[in-house]
């Protein structure tokens, strides 16, 4: 992260606002991954409505909805997720260019089922990130239609960020990382890797959980390949934040800095992108490790950026209970906390 966008962000928070928002844009999704958390029943927080449910906008509706809904929490970052928001790919066409113009870097989360604009290179603050389920083999089962092959077309001409979510399968086999790697640093269209673990919910029991030996092997496997593959964008004090995840959503900065809304435009996501009850202590994401990194990091003799993150935000609330007392309409600017809810 440069430091004009710590800055940015730490001055976002002093005044009570979310650094970064999330976007469910559709509900819709023409795979079926195993292992998505967008789908679990559990992920929007309401006793029998999964995100297939929910209502979702279209056309102009999403359009001015999505503007809406940035204008009214003001973030300086915008995630796109789904669903695979490329489902809205006219909408995007409108509304990428305007993020564009307003100076919000966005990140379009997609699995890459269709085409992908080459005129979107001059996007500069767009970033496509592309999911890949590990090598060829498995990642067609897992997400047929969108084929190695399908995808190798739909980003021709593209530069994208390529991002993988390891899991206990993968690790089944000594140099699968690597091999994935390799494959993907040799494509011209990647402009970066990512490389994320599965996270799981508590107390679920699935393939795709990694054991802690796996675990530790895939933070031994990452700091080797680092290296010798300079296209994995993830650096060495975030790959170690792996084997010490945050401990409750309360200590993960992601969680607070992140706003996630589902398709709905209304619906919360809560405590993060994974709704429902995530395993912490076993948490893969890139973005909360790295923020947890960042949130070690220290900044002053014995005071480190997350102490100052912390200070920040409780200063970003009273911020926001002094403007609520002003009227109404005012954004909350943080998801909210249990004593939101208690207070409300
Ligand atoms: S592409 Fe993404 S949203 Fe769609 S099913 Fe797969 S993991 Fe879920
Ligand atoms: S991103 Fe990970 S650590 Fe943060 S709240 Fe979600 S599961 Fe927990």
Excluded at 134 to 145: A, C, I, M, N
Aim: hydrophobic share 35%.
């Amino acid at each position: 992260m440069k430091t004009s966008e710590v800055l940015r962000a730490w001055a976002c928070i002093l005044s009570g606002r979310t650094p970064s928002i999330s976007i469910e844009l559709t509900r819709e999704c023409p795979l079926r991954c195993p292992g998505c958390y967008a789908y679990e029943p559990e992920h929007l927080g309401i006793p029998g409505v999964t995100l297939r449910q929910l209502a979702d906008y279209k056309g102009s509706a999403l359009v001015q909805g999505t503007l809406r809904l940035i204008e009214e929490h003001r973030p300086l970052h915008v995630s796109l997720v789904g669903g695979d928001p490329l489902v809205r790919f006219r909408e995007l066409e409108e509304l990428l260019p305007e993020l564009e113009r307003r100076g919000i870097h966005v990140q379009l989360v997609t699995s890459a089922f269709r085409p992908i604009p080459v005129r979107w290179n001059a996007l500069s603050f767009l970033n496509i990130v592309v999911s890949v389920d590990g090598l060829q083999p498995e990642h067609d089962v897992r997400r047929k239609p969108a084929t190695y092959e399908r995808i190798l077309k739909s980003i021709a001409g593209s530069k994208v960020t390529i991002h993988c979510t390891v899991t206990g399968q993968m690790m089944e086999r000594p140099g699968y990382l690597e091999d994935f790697v390799r494959f993907w640093s040799e494509r011209e269209e990647t402009k970066r890797i990512w490389l994320s673990l599965f996270t799981p919910q508590q107390g679920a029991a699935a393939p795709e959980i990694l054991t802690l030996d796996q675990r530790r092997r895939v933070t031994e496997d990452l700091l080797r390949l680092r290296v010798a593959y300079p296209l994995i964008d993830m650096k060495k004090g975030l790959i170690e934040e792996l084997q010490h995840p945050p401990a409750s959503p309360k200590d993960c900065i992601f969680a607070r800095t992140t706003l996630t809304v589902s398709a709905d435009l209304k619906t919360r996501i809560t405590p993060c992108q994974f709704g429902g009850t995530p395993d912490c202590s076993q948490c893969g994401c890139i973005a909360s490790m790295g923020l947890a990194a960042v949130g070690h990091h220290r900044v002053l003799p014995g005071v480190t950026a997350g102490q100052l993150f912390t200070i920040s935000e409780m200063i970003g609330k009273s911020v926001n209970k002094l403007r609520s007392l002003h009227g109404p309409g005012e954004p909350l600017g943080y998801p909210p906390t249990t004593e939101d809810r208690e207070a409300a």
